[in-house]
């Protein structure tokens, strides 16, 4: 009798565990033909992406939005990034976005553009003069990233001074310090400052003379107190 009584037991629940998978590769089935992937809309005007559409995952509801964007990011190192988005029910709408152009190289006789992060871009023509950042070494290549501390510092100090300033260029002062062209005004900072707060300062200094109708030849902002000059 114990016997039966198992017997039952396990076919019920062997009947139960053949239901649920059952029921779990039917949903799975039609998740996969109602959510499959049927068209692939690439954006972002004149930017060309190659894609082999035969390795993406076909589901969109489990598309590995993030990992296949560093896969794709790592490919083509001059994107700055790329916004996949899934409209449901069959399409993916993946957006490259390009780097764009802040400041130019300068190194010998090779000038190049560089974006916001140190790297370099094919050279095209831009709407406006862009700030060079002038310092010896090697030739660059396009793609290359240039982390060379000087070069950084630099393109933070272009990305938060307010560009009406115009700064025109940007060099190696010493191995502690830059020199920052802004115009008339030459002005010397520390290469390790922190360049947020120093092109705060820097504005406001130069909006305060600016005012009062004359700006300084030398601003020197080595110190705890900046040194003002007048020619």
Sequence with gaps: MYEKFFVRKFGRIATWIVFVVGVGV??????????????????????????????????????PSEKVREKLLSEH???????????????????PLIREAVARLA?????????????????????????????PGDAVHVGQKITDRMVQQSLLLIRHLDVRWGIVSIEKRDDASITAYIGKTNTIITQDADMVSTAATLQ????????????????????????????
């Design 77 to 95: 190192p001059l994107l700055r990034d790329i916004r996949i988005t899934k409209k449901f029910p069959h399409t993916l709408v993946i957006e």
């Design 107 to 135: 190194r010998e006789s090779q000038t190049v553009p560089i974006d916001s992060d140190g790297v370099v871009i094919p050279d095209v023509e831009s709407p406006r003069v862009l700030p060079r950042i002038i310092q």
């Design 204 to 231: 406001t200094l130069l909006e305060g003379f600016r005012i009062k109708g004359t700006l300084p030849s030398v601003v020197d902002l080595r110190f705890d107190k900046p040194i003002v000059t007048f020619n």
């Design 26 to 63: 039917l949903v799975s089935f039609v998740l996969n033909r109602m959510l499959d992937i049927r068209s692939i809309e690439v954006t972002g005007g004149d930017v060309l992406l190659s894609i082999d559409e035969k390795e993406l995952p076909k589901n969109l509801l489990f598309f």
